[in-house]
């Protein structure tokens, strides 16, 4: 196959191609670049692979930044881009089952391929577009399937996480799963546990925010893999619902995590313990348990002002998707309506402060907080006019 119109992006990048091949070495464009020009998507990030080794790579070059030099890798800086470029390369055992012990430099894109996960993932081009498909990874992609390369075992018993990117690319490409590449995943489910929980948090939210996430949350399960995650025990029937209910990605990692805390049935104070155990910021952690408590209220009924103020305008939104996807009625325009209506939006638009009601005799102390926060509550359910004289007389 060779590709006759290639992407902006592959095209600025021909010219450090041709510098690498005009001095008698290979040079390809590898990964997933490659496989989502073929499928017609989007591509981000265009890696580089070749036969040239680090240092020869670095003379030919004016400016480049040693990135994962250890591992062949070298940033090309070309033109204000940054271009990864990796020497062909083999690896001896992974007995961490991530990173392999040893990594040899070689000559062969042969050798350099059979070590990539799926076939998929293991084509490459070269700079005119023709197609390098040495493992039927066009005829996969054709067929919408998932296969490892060579022995689905291996392949997984040398980097656990490539589980998870199985099914995770089952949901972003909505791709089937091979049966053989499926059974090796279920056999070694188990090493999952030795992943560090940074690395399986970001495959489980592209999973869940992918085209088909019904396809690899089935995928999740059937295999597993669900048993190793931090505190996923005692949720299989949580999870099989959603693998059930969930016909299309979430539209953001806060809509991912509340959809699962939501579901799980966990309230503010489990929820903190739960996301610190997948290592997420403190941020993401007020976020979800905002956006969670106000889905949990949208399952049973409409929410109130001070409800509806507590969550927040974004994480509204965000609680009507998972409310909505969990079976509660679409309140997406009534909730966009209560929020616009509000007297305040915010604790900073209260026309008192806390200076304000010292100045008017109330003493500093725990008591001042409880009264700007009765002020508060109170102006948002419209008791009281958000007019500062109002406001003080209230409390006197």
Known sequence: MKLEHL??????????????EAAGYEAYFVGGSVRDTILGKKIHD????????????????????????????????????GYETTTFRSEST?????????????????????????????????ENGEVIDLFDGLADLSAKQLRAVGDPEQRFHEDA?????????????????????????????????????????????????????KRGLAAFMTT?????????????????????????GMSSETAAWSLLTTQFSLDASQISPFLKAWKTANQMITDVQATTTAARLLLERELQPWEVYQCGGERLTIANEVALILGAPDRGSQLATQWA??????????????????QAGVQPGPQLGQDLQTLEQRV???????DASQLIAAIQ
């Open 7 to 20: 992407p902006q992006e592959f095209e600025l990048a021909r010219p450090v191609l041709q510098t690498i």
């Open 46 to 81: 265009v890696d580089i692979a070749t036969s040239a080794y680090p240092e020869e790579v670095k003379r030919l070059f004016k400016r480049t930044v040693d990135t994962g030099i250890e591992h062949g890798t070298v940033m090309i800086l070309d033109h204000g881009t």
């Open 94 to 126: 992974y007995t961490d089952y991530r990173r392999p012990d040893q990594v040899t430099f070689v000559r062969s894109l042969a050798e350099d391929l059979k070590r990539r996960d799926f076939t998929i993932n293991a084509l490459a081009m070269k």
């Open 161 to 213: 996480l490539r589980m998870m990117r199985a099914v995770r690319f089952a949901s972003q490409l909505d791709f089937t799963i091979v049966p053989a590449t499926l059974t090796a995943i279920a056999d070694h489910a188990s090493l999952l546990a030795k992943i560090a929980v940074e690395r399986t948090q970001v495959e489980l939210l592209k999973l869940l925010q992918g085209q088909t996430p």
């Open 224 to 248: 597993g893999l669900w048993q190793y995650c931090p505190e996923f025990s005692g949720h299989e029937a949580s999870l099989n619902d959603l693998s059930e209910r969930l016909s299309t």
């Open 341 to 358: 209506d509000l007297p305040i939006q915010s604790k900073k638009e209260l026309a008192v402060t806390g200076r304000d009601l010292m």
């Open 380 to 386: 948002v359910c419209g008791e009281l006019t958000n």
